[in-house]
């Protein structure tokens, strides 16, 4: 299986920056995309971004220009650098991997970390 640890959350104040990482250990070998995804309250939890392992990368409209993931596959490690950050950034940062399922034909299984809290301060 996966497990998935974040860190780099916390306080900071608007237009600042954090730096996000996720490290992922098990059987990392069979994971397809990797990604942060966050959930404010009263909201339901969003992609922020993603990387599959080819290298594609896909960011939320509200993050492009600010955000940045990057992946290091050959660490398993996946980075999301967070700068000109505004209040509505402020959220629990999951961390999320996808591992295909190799029984059933274009299902996976999904795996999150503990999340990190993001506050910014206004």
């Known amino acids: 299986q996966v497990q998935l640890v974040e860190s780099g959350g916390g306080l900071v104040q608007t237009g600042g920056s954090l730096r996000l990482s996720c490290a992922a250990s098990?059987?990392?070998?069979?994971?397809?995309?990797m990604g942060w995804y966050r959930q404010a309250p009263g909201k339901q939890r969003e992609l922020v971004a993603a990387v599959t392992s080819g290298g594609n990368i896909d960011y939320a409209e509200s993050v492009k220009g600010r955000f940045t993931i990057s992946r290091d596959n050959t660490k398993n490690t996946v980075h999301l650098q967070m700068n000109s950050l505004k209040p509505e950034d402020t959220a629990v940062y999951y961390c999320?991997?996808?591992?295909?399922?190799?029984?059933?034909?274009?299902?996976?299984?999904?795996?999150w970390g503990q999340g990190t809290q993001v506050t910014v301060a206004s």
């Open positions: 098990g059987r990392t070998v069979s994971i397809n995309a």
């Open positions: 999320h991997a996808r591992v295909p399922i190799p029984t059933l034909l274009g299902r996976y299984d999904d795996y």
